[in-house]
């Protein structure tokens, strides 16, 4: 069998690769992954008609010994994330790596606008951070980046600990740790376990690491694994300092350092943003302590936090023709529930309020005793009208109107023509209303 460092030496010549027959570019090189409902072997022939130079395949059955364009190895994932390290291996740029219950992404997006301030950044395209997603983004590294912002998601502890090792982050931050994820967790101590797994990895090799201090729970794991090589950030008590000003909706903030010498005029500096959610205080915080490390200015800081705008169903401000909304319909989890609920709260408009929450997903046992928790807190909550949707929310125990799917919200909605109202929109992405901004 071909080692990896053979099949880099192919990838030099043909610096293209895909997984997806239906998409195979002239002179690339086809992986064949396998899912659950799919495997890629079985279209490694196709793969090659189509224009591939090579297939990569691991079932034997499939490998043509007259051909020598179709390579079998023991595992295509494996090859596909070991390929991806020798591709990483290949620059000394600085590497970044972000993980997190909540705000990965936000954050991930917030660095990135942040460093492209003053550098040319490679980084995760949308939620590419997955065992297939990270080395999609790593094998798109080229000579003219100068640094990269890696995003690493887990559902099992390990998940972390493979990532890294491949990734080979040179700094990096988790941006916070929730209850999320517990059916492969198992529990909150599961998640610290799984997420910590960064920083194992950023203590081994001696990188910095970016730390909120406001969080407890990441002071404890950053004091276990006695982290020595820190840059601080946080509400008080850190090298970045930062407070809420405002969130009526978006939010605004002041924020100061002492990591470099401000003019004795400028004190402190004012972002107004374009996220909504005080939650988000934390994700440009640790934008700002990035670009500080990185020499980026106050002032570019400053401009690429303002002028950063949403666009992926995370804390979007939405206007219709009848309702306002704040759609944050792609991910929940009992942390960012809570979070979202106390933000909405807390924001003051003439309109009534309205919330519409679909189930929180993938908690395991710990499911209905969760969601419970939630209805519990909207009966203290001041909102005008609160609607639950999917399954889960079904066994808790309240009067508040339930819907068992999605669909059933779009016909409640269009038979009473919804109007007038300031409406929080907040699910796990599986139940899947961002579809609801349609119709209201």
């Known amino acids: ?20 027959s239906r998409d195979c570019p002239l ?22 008609d189509k224009g591939c130079s090579y297939a990569i395949v691991d079932e034997p059955e499939y490998a043509d010994g007259a051909d020598d364009r179709i390579i079998l190895v023991d595992d295509c994932l494996q090859t596909y994330k070991e390929l991806a390290r020798e591709h ?19 954050t991930k997006e917030l660095i990135s606008a942040v460093l492209a301030e003053r550098y040319r950044v490679m980084h995760t395209e949308a939620n590419f951070n997955n065992d297939v997603g990270v080395p999609k983004t790593l094998l798109r590294l080229t000579d003219k980046d100068e640094v990269a912002v890696v995003e690493m998601g887990a559902s099992h502890i390990g998940d972390i600990k493979k990532l890294v090792d491949y990734v080979e982050p040179t700094c990096g ?4 740790v929730g209850r999320a994820h517990l059916q492969g967790f198992g529990s909150f101590e ?20 970016f730390l909120n201090t406001g969080n407890e729970s990441l002071m404890e794991m950053a004091s276990k694994r006695e982290l020595d090589r820190i840059i601080s950030y946080g509400p008080e008590q850190a090298q970045v300092v930062g407070n809420v000003t405002d969130c009526s909706p978006f939010l605004s ?5 002492s990591l470099t010498a401000l003019p004795a005029h400028q004190a402190t500096y004012e972002v107004k943003s374009q996220l909504i959610g005080t939650y988000n205080i934390d994700n440009m915080l640790a934008a700002i302590a990035v670009g500080l490390y990185f020499d980026v200015s106050p002032e570019q800081i400053c401009h690429a936090l303002e002028h950063y705008s949403p666009n992926n169903n995370r804390s979007q401000l939405v206007r219709t023709e009848r309702n306002t ?18 933000n909405f709260e807390r924001i003051s ?3 009534p309020k309205m919330a519409i929450l679909g189930d929180m997903l993938e908690l395991g046992t710990a499911s209905e005793e969760e969601h419970q928790r939630v209805v519990e807190r909207l009966k203290d909550a001041v909102f005008d009208r609160v609607w639950l949707v999917g399954a889960e929310f079904a066994r808790a125990s309240t009067d508040f109107p339930k819907f068992e799917n999605v669909e059933k919200v779009k016909e409640a909605i269009e038979q009473e023509q919804t109007s007038g109202y300031y409406i929080l929109v907040k699910g796990s992405n599986g139940i899947h209303l961002a579809q609801l901004k349609e119709v209201l």
């Open 1 to 20: 069998m071909m080692d990896i460092q053979e099949i880099y030496r192919l990838y030099k010549e043909h610096p293209q690769v895909t997984t997806d």
């Open 27 to 48: 002179g690339s090189i086809f992986i064949a992954l396998k899912g659950e409902s799919f495997d890629g072997n079985k279209f490694a022939k196709t793969a090659l």
């Open 88 to 106: 990483r291996r290949e620059f000394s740029i600085p590497v970044i790596g972000i993980t997190g219950t909540n705000g990965k992404t936000t």
């Open 173 to 176: 931050l988790i941006t916070n």
């Open 190 to 209: 599961g998640v610290m376990q799984a997420k910590g797994e960064l920083y194992d990895h950023l203590k081994a090799h001696g990188a910095l690491t």
């Open 253 to 257: 903030f002041s924020w100061s350092t």
């Open 325 to 342: 909304l704040i759609e944050d319909a792609y991910n929940a989890n009992p942390t960012s529930m809570a979070a979202a609920i106390d």
């Open 349 to 351: 408009v003439d309109q």
